[in-house]
């Protein structure tokens, strides 16, 4: 079984919909990309997928002992949270708040989880630091610890890398990468960057006026590969 499936899905808000007859499915350690045009409803298929907002058809259905609150979610920060006054360790802690059930206080194991992130983050030297204080770079990394205590073993990443300097770019491509490649966390990851997409997937994903499912290979093959990227001036890597 899938560890995610979704079949014929619609969505969209207060009954209009914005992406209609969206099916796919991930495997443990897949590597999905979503790629399409701005306003083609990717973030919003990664809301739904969250549980965030319900489809106005279809089903989304998690297999291999997969519940929605052990998905890691690193979401697009807006002006406010990235100004948010707390500790880098309060930041990335807050991860497992999803593991507290009825328990007022973080346990032992909590704590245990959010340092281990930390360090595989190479986070540990800046744990005390104030959040806002940080690079975008750094704060992209805090924010996957944060994801990354969450996850048991789906991580979603909504454009992860927007706003960051060429070389920051890379070095979070290649975090996740390893993440996917050595640690096998499944990844499900929204972008606007086609030529990285194709280049770190397993499987692409494209949403809007048309619709592909496939692996990178059969992406890459396709007529609507070839029509997007000379849409946006690139070839794929």
Do not use: W
Not at 150 to 177: N, Q
Request: with cysteine.
């Amino acid at each position: 079984m899938a560890l995610l499936s979704c079949k014929d899905l619609t969505l969209g808000y207060d009954g209009h919909p914005v992406l209609s007859d969206v099916s796919f499915t991930v495997s443990e350690g897949d590597y999905l990309c979503i790629v399409g045009e701005n306003g083609s409803g990717k973030s919003t298929l990664m809301k739904t997928i969250l549980g965030l907002q319900k489809p106005l058809r279809g089903t989304i259905t998690f297999g291999e002992g997969l519940r929605q609150n052990q998905i890691g979610y690193l979401p697009q920060q807006t002006a406010v949270q990235r100004d948010f006054p707390a500790t880098v360790q309060e930041i990335v802690l807050s991860g497992c708040q999803a593991r507290l059930g009825r328990r007022p206080f973080y346990s032992r194991e909590d704590k245990a989880i959010a340092r281990r992130n930390l360090e595989r983050m190479e986070l540990l030297p800046l744990m005390n630091r104030c959040y806002r204080e940080l690079s975008g770079g750094q704060q992209q990394r805090v924010l996957l610890a944060r994801a990354l205590c969450a996850a048991g073993k789906l991580l979603v990443l909504d454009e992860p890398v927007a706003g960051l300097d060429p070389l920051v770019t890379a070095e979070m491509y290649s975090l996740i990468r390893n993440l996917n490649r050595k640690d096998g966390i499944t990844v499900i990851m929204v972008s606007h960057d086609l030529a990285a997409a194709v280049q770190e997937a397993s499987h692409i994903l494209h949403v809007g006026q048309h619709l592909f499912f496939g692996t990178r290979e059969e992406y890459l093959n396709s007529d609507l590969a070839g029509v997007f990227f000379s849409l946006k001036g690139g070839e794929p890597a």
